[in-house]
């Protein structure tokens, strides 16, 4: 039971556990925390903006309305592949076909849309049912039988490749003309609705954060000091204002075409991040995740159905993937026999590991996705304006991915050291 409970601290109730009764306290505590190795995703925001001072300062471009827009279009779909990654490295699983079955349930998606005249909607839910019977099958074989993750989603990886082939053809694509689908990443939302739903999550998070600090206060509940409480309001308060105002802005380089708004992947990737730091954080199969990833075996003596874990891990992994193909055919207009293939997995899971994730099981977040696909996208983006060789964005990817992983490894040693993990 002490593996579960120090799990669902790293799931992020520290806070709940640990009581400081001033801000002064409370950040003393948080910098011995980041001194024992509990630094989450601080080395990734910390490089990210580093990223944007350099990229800035190279190419005044970088940071227009225009290339910001770019950077979180770009960064839609490696960012939720990402999100769907971490409940499985939170396991200590990996799952390599992730990238091909969100190829192969886009191509589902083309394909009944274009050949069979079926409507977004159909085409959209057999995309999903695809994704989540591939995540089925493949959590019953690593559950089940005792086959490795590595070799049952490599196995998987190689499979799929044949699946597109088939549905597609090969050298074959399926154009994405459908307005619901092809908006996603390339239609932005009105000015006035942007606010609003700035205006929405803000109000919503500073109620939820105000009414769960003034129950643990009723309740005699350890808790954070309410200064915390206000200061994590007005942070995201600050970002979502800034973020929408820049957006809000005219960025067309035509004057007589001019483009507002935030694009529609951005609020698709917020509710996903919302719904699934929720689903991590404040349910029971959250709190049961971190506890099969900490120890196995404890977890299964506590009473925790181990095997049913695994399997709806891999199921929501593949039906997320398949909700990341749908945004890459979206933003790309198409589908291919090379949908979800070359780099796409390779940089989704260094976006999970760069955001904070560990590949050692039982330490990450949905937000480390977003983080870390962010950094991802960056790289690529900034050395783009720069008009740098492509073998250059490959070694400063590797580069950093690399460091995320030592910075975990270095911080899990720090850790047992402090006797924390």
């Known amino acids: 039971?002490?593996?579960?409970?120090?799990?669902?601290?790293?799931?992020?109730?520290?806070?709940?556990?640990?009581?400081?009764?001033?801000?002064?306290?409370?950040?003393q505590a948080y910098i011995s925390r980041v001194r024992g190795g509990e630094m989450g995703?601080?080395?990734?925001?910390?490089?990210?903006?580093?990223?944007?001072?350099?990229?800035?300062?190279?190419?005044?471009?970088?940071?227009?309305?225009?290339?910001?827009?770019?950077?979180?279009?770009?960064?839609?779909?490696?960012?939720?592949?990402?999100?769907?990654?971490?409940?499985?490295?939170?396991?200590?699983?990996?799952?390599l076909s992730a990238g091909y079955a969100g190829g192969v349930a886009a191509?589902?998606?083309?394909?009944?849309?274009?050949?069979h005249d079926q409507t977004w909607v159909v085409a959209v839910a057999a995309a999903l049912l695809t994704g989540a019977a591939i995540g089925l099958v493949i959590g019953l074989l690593v559950s089940k039988l005792g086959v490795p993750s590595f070799v049952v989603t490599l196995a998987f990886f190689l499979g799929l490749q044949g699946v597109s082939l088939k549905?597609?053809?090969?050298?074959?694509?399926?154009?994405?003309?459908?307005?619901v689908i092809s908006g996603i990443a390339n239609n932005n939302m009105g000015v006035a609705a942007g606010w609003i739903a700035a205006l929405v999550i803000i109000l919503?998070?500073?109620?939820?954060?105000?009414?769960?600090?003034?129950?643990?206060?009723?309740?005699?509940l350890q808790h954070q000091p309410l200064a915390v409480v206000v200061g994590q309001i007005i942070a995201v308060a600050a970002v979502l204002v800034v973020v929408t105002y820049v957006l809000n802005q005219?960025?067309?380089?035509?004057?007589?075409?001019?483009?507002?708004?935030?694009?529609?992947?951005?609020?698709?990737?917020?509710?996903?991040?919302?719904?699934w730091s929720f689903m991590l954080g404040r349910t029971t199969w959250g709190r049961h995740v971190y506890?099969?990833?900490?120890?196995?075996?404890?977890?299964?003596?506590?009473?925790?159905?181990?095997?049913?874990?695994?399997?709806?891990?891999?199921?929501?992994?593949?039906?997320?993937?398949?909700?990341?193909?749908?945004?890459?055919?979206?933003?790309?207009?198409?589908?291919?026999?090379?949908?979800?293939?070359?780099?796409?997995?390779?940089?989704?899971?260094?976006a999970a590991v760069i955001g904070g994730t560990s590949l050692f099981g039982g330490k990450g977040k949905a937000s480390d996705a977003v983080i870390g696909g962010l950094v991802i996208a960056t790289i690529a983006n900034g050395l783009g304006l720069l008009a740098q060789a492509s073998y250059i964005n490959f070694l400063v990817t590797g580069g950093v991915l690399l460091l995320a992983a030592s910075v975990d490894a270095i911080s899990r040693r720090r850790r047992s050291a402090t006797g924390l993990g």
């Open 204 to 220: 919503g998070f500073a109620a939820l954060r105000l009414i769960q600090h003034r129950r643990k206060v009723s309740l005699s």
């Open 107 to 115: 191509c589902v998606m083309g394909v009944l849309m274009v050949e």
């Open 291 to 350: 506890a099969v990833g900490g120890n196995a075996e404890a977890a299964r003596r506590a009473g925790i159905n181990v095997d049913r874990i695994r399997i709806s891990v891999f199921m929501i992994c593949s039906s997320m993937a398949a909700l990341s193909g749908i945004v890459a055919a979206s933003y790309g207009g198409k589908v291919s026999t090379s949908s979800g293939g070359g780099n796409v997995l390779l940089y989704a899971v260094g």
């Open 41 to 95: 995703a601080l080395p990734s925001v910390l490089g990210l903006v580093v990223l944007f001072i350099v990229f800035n300062f190279a190419n005044d471009r970088f940071l227009s309305n225009l290339n910001l827009a770019n950077l979180l279009t770009q960064s839609g779909s490696i960012i939720i592949l990402a999100m769907a990654l971490v409940p499985v490295l939170l396991l200590g699983e990996i799952d």
């Open 167 to 179: 549905l597609i053809g090969e050298g074959g694509s399926v154009r994405i003309n459908q307005e």
């Open 1 to 27: 039971m002490t593996d579960i409970i120090t799990e669902s601290e790293e799931a992020g109730f520290a806070s709940d556990l640990t009581q400081s009764t001033t801000f002064g306290e409370s950040v």
């Open 250 to 275: 005219n960025r067309s380089v035509n004057p007589n075409f001019p483009i507002k708004g935030i694009p529609y992947v951005l609020p698709f990737v917020v509710v996903l991040l919302i719904f």
